[in-house]
Antibody, heavy 120, light 105 residues
Framework: VQLQESGPGLVKPSQTLSLTCTVSSGSISSGTYYWSWVRQHPGKGLECIAY???????YYNPSLKSRVIISIDTSKNQFSLKLSSVTAADTATYYC?????????????WGQGTLVTVSS | DIQMTQSPSSVSASVGDRVTITCRAS??????LAWYQQKPGKAPKLLIY???RLQSGVPSRFSGSGSGADFTLTINSLQPEDFATYYCQPTNTFPLFGPGTKVDI
């Protein structure tokens, strides 16, 4: 399984950050996996933003829930992230990753990450 | 909400050393814990899941132990490619990660 993030590397403050993860060498609809977005602020630790199952079940980090939408397009083998009202604090490297089924929600495959900078 | 701590926050080691990293959860997670390795500029890599199970392709010098709230990642005979930051993650809850332990020379 391979994952690849795509989207703008620069977003203006107050706008919406939009990223897409394309999954290859495997179906996004197969099995009991979830698909997630994780971000990492420069020089900092890892923060899970949200994850989604191909059935449509979604889970959000409570600290970001009001600004985040995660969606999935099984026909394109893609899932996406939208983060609204961004500020400089949202500048980070964003990773997409596959997540195992509960209770083993470990992240076994990751994209390479994409740096998103929020700046005017 | 569950909180994760790791110790030490950083450790200096030499090639061939044995390194032990500890992860503690604020509440028990049974054996539902994973460990990751991250090198600068790279995505994290899953090393161990279910506290002690080695992910496919991970060298056997890595091992994990523990259950409940206290866990350990051990690297035997540290290799040059092992210098990285290591994160723990409880896997039976909404994903969150420990703060990380940097292993450097």
């Amino acid at each position: 399984v391979q994952l690849q993030e795509s989207g703008p590397g620069l977003v203006k403050p107050s706008q919406t950050l939009s990223l897409t993860c394309t999954v290859s060498s495997g179906s996004i609809s197969s099995g009991t996996y979830y698909w997630s977005w994780v971000r990492q602020h420069p020089g900092k630790g890892l923060e899970c933003i949200a994850y989604i199952h191909h059935s449509g079940s979604t889970y959000y980090n409570p600290s970001l829930k009001s600004r985040v939408i995660i969606s999935i397009d099984t026909s394109k083998n893609q899932f996406s992230l939208k983060l609204s009202s961004v500020t400089a604090a949202d500048t980070a490297t964003y990773y997409c990753a596959r997540v195992g089924d509960f209770p083993s929600h470990d992240f076994d495959y990751w994209g390479q990450g994409t740096l998103v900078t929020v700046s005017s | 909400d569950i909180q994760m701590t790791q110790s030490p926050s950083s450790v200096s080691a030499s090639v061939g050393d044995r390194v032990t990293i500890t992860c503690r959860a604020s509440q028990g997670v049974q054996n539902w814990l994973a460990w990751y390795q991250q090198k600068p500029g790279k995505a994290p890599k899953l090393l161990i899941y279910a506290a002690s199970r080695l992910q496919s392709g991970v060298p056997s010098r890595f091992s994990g132990s523990g259950s409940g709230a206290d866990f350990t990642l051990t690297i035997n005979s540290l290799q040059p490619e092992d210098f990285a930051t290591y994160y723990c993650q409880p896997t039976n809850t909404f994903p969150l990660f420990g703060p990380g332990t940097k292993v450097d020379i």
